[in-house]
Nanobody, 111 residues
Framework: QVRLVESGGGLVQPGGSLRLSCAASGIIFRISTLGWYRQAPGKQRELVARITATGNTNYADSVKGRFTISRDNTKNTIYLQMNSLKAEDTAVYYC?????WGQGTQVTVSS
């Protein structure tokens, strides 16, 4: 059974940082492409970042230079380091694997 479990969300002030984690199970992690999406209230879910099995990454234009996606194949975990956070980054962040989603973790950027 495939499971994606996110952690690390919370409340942070503008300009602050957070790191999200997503622990995956039930898959052959090292050969999988995974990623992060987000959904703000009243908006469609959108891609934030993805990372392939070989470590290639792609990012939404809105987060380039501020967010970094990484993976640790020894821990079956991907991460999203988010720096210089803005109010518009406020959303529920979802871990993604083709055909699967995590339960989401709330990120709120507010003073």
């Amino acid at each position: 059974q495939v499971r994606l479990v996110e952690s690390g969300g919370g409340l942070v002030q503008p300009g602050g940082s957070l790191r999200l984690s997503c622990a995956a199970s039930g898959i052959i992690f090292r050969i999988s492409t995974l990623g992060w999406y987000r959904q703000a209230p009243g908006k469609q879910r959108e891609l934030v970042a993805r990372i392939t099995a070989t470590g290639n990454t792609n990012y939404a234009d809105s987060v380039k230079g501020r967010f970094t996606i990484s993976r640790d194949n020894t821990k079956n975990t991907i991460y999203l380091q988010m720096n210089s956070l803005k109010a518009e980054d406020t959303a529920v962040y979802y871990c993604w694997l083709p055909d699967y989603w995590g339960q989401g973790t709330q990120v709120t950027v507010s003073s």
